[in-house]
């Protein structure tokens, strides 16, 4: 397992001290389905978006490792977890490529703004008819005569941060027979005529997140606003989601982790029939599956993590990874209402949120579903 060195406690350690602030009130938010400006205001303060961006952006240059390390502290101390993954999904659909495949105008001109909060990401890939299917993606982008501008038509779906985002990186086909060489990532500033971003879609959980659809009626941008090379669009989608899945995920272990930590101090104190109700197996087996799940998942992130910096092919090993922690969460949030009873039935404990919320992360990043394909593929037992 990864040793952590002083630097790494610290930057860890360092956003603890921000937990209580950024979960406050996280009940009432949840019902309201209402995204805190101020709150998300407190999360740039804490240099977390930051963290993977180079310094000449104001970003922290840290590594992959270490920025995972910082998130499972996020996941630890903050129960918003709607403005957790408003955090991840900023860093990672938007900040992530722009310094993989931005140029150097694109950096300067959105990145310091990622890494303060002032700018926030999102990225539109889902439509409605495709669903994970990125390949049967329909909207397309048509390159002016002069080649200096793209015209984008269609429309995606599940557009998490989309209404908030101040700049969205849109996927679209320029070539609708080329595969996956077809497919162009774009910058779209929220403000670009053409662009319609829908009103917030109510959801199950993490609504704290905002969610919507968005249209693009004859989007015009310049060729200035392509991410990576036209075509490239793939090579970035891919870049991105390996990064996605594993800041997302490794927040969850931090959810998880205090999650389990309530757990056993509930289990200890809990009197029922004259033992405390961790004394009994029925329980206490429970609280032992949320500790093998927590740690089995742990493990397989920041192996993960380690193979992907040390530029080793981990298409399996994310799918992989998101498979266990997903479903880690789901049983361990579905336990902690169980352990819990009448109380952890009852909103005001928070626990039945955290369920919602576990839910999330069977469908968002890949379906699990996708998960099993892609890796029946990888095994050689595709169609």
Request: with cysteine.
């Amino acid at each position: 397992m990864i040793r952590w060195n002083s630097d790494q406690n610290e930057l860890r350690q360092g956003l603890a001290q921000w937990g209580e602030a950024l979960s406050a009130g996280h009940i009432e938010a949840d019902e309201r389905a209402a995204f805190s400006p101020d709150k998300w205001r407190l999360v740039g303060k804490t240099g977390l978006l930051a963290l993977p961006f180079p310094e000449e952006y104001g970003g922290l240059g840290q590594s992959l490792l270490t920025t995972m390390y910082v998130l499972e502290g996020l996941g630890e101390h903050c129960r918003d977890a709607g403005l957790n993954f408003t955090a991840t999904t900023s860093i990672a659909s938007t900040g992530v490529p722009l310094a993989r495949f931005g140029t150097a105008a694109q950096k300067e001109r959105y990145l310091p703004g990622i890494c303060t909060g002032e700018t926030i990401g999102a990225h539109a890939v889902t439509e409605p008819e495709g669903g994970s299917d990125a390949m049967a993606m329909a909207t397309r982008a048509e390159r002016d005569a002069d080649g200096g501008h793209f015209t984008l038509t269609g429309s995606k779906a599940f557009v998490s941060n989309g209404p908030v985002a101040d700049v969205i990186v849109v996927y679209a086909r320029t070539r609708p027979e080329g595969g996956p060489l077809g497919i162009t990532a774009f910058l779209v500033d929220r403000d670009t005529p053409g662009l319609t971003v829908g009103n917030p879609v109510k959801k199950m959980g993490l609504r704290t997140a905002p969610l919507a659809e968005l249209y693009l009626d004859e989007c015009r941008v310049p060729r200035e606003a392509v991410l990576g090379r036209v075509g490239g669009g793939y090579l970035v989608l891919d870049h991105v989601m390996k990064r996605e899945v594993l800041y997302s995920f490794i927040v969850n272990a931090g959810e998880m982790r205090h999650r389990l930590e309530r757990c056993v101090a509930y289990a200890r104190e809990r009197h029922a029939f004259g033992s405390p109700i961790g004394a009994y197996q029925s329980v206490a087996n429970k609280i032992v599956d949320m500790k093998t799940g927590l740690e089995t998942a742990r493990r397989w992130l920041y192996d993960t993590g380690e193979r992907l910096a040390a530029g080793e092919d981990v298409t399996m090993d994310v799918a992989i990874a998101k498979l266990l922690t997903s479903r880690a969460n789901v049983a361990g949030a579905l336990a902690a209402v169980q352990i819990f009873g009448g109380h952890g039935y009852m909103s005001e404990y928070g626990l039945e949120q955290e369920l919602r919320n576990a839910v999330g992360g069977t469908i968002y990043s890949g379906t699990n579903e996708i998960q099993y394909t892609r890796i029946a593929s990888l095994l050689g037992l595709g169609a």
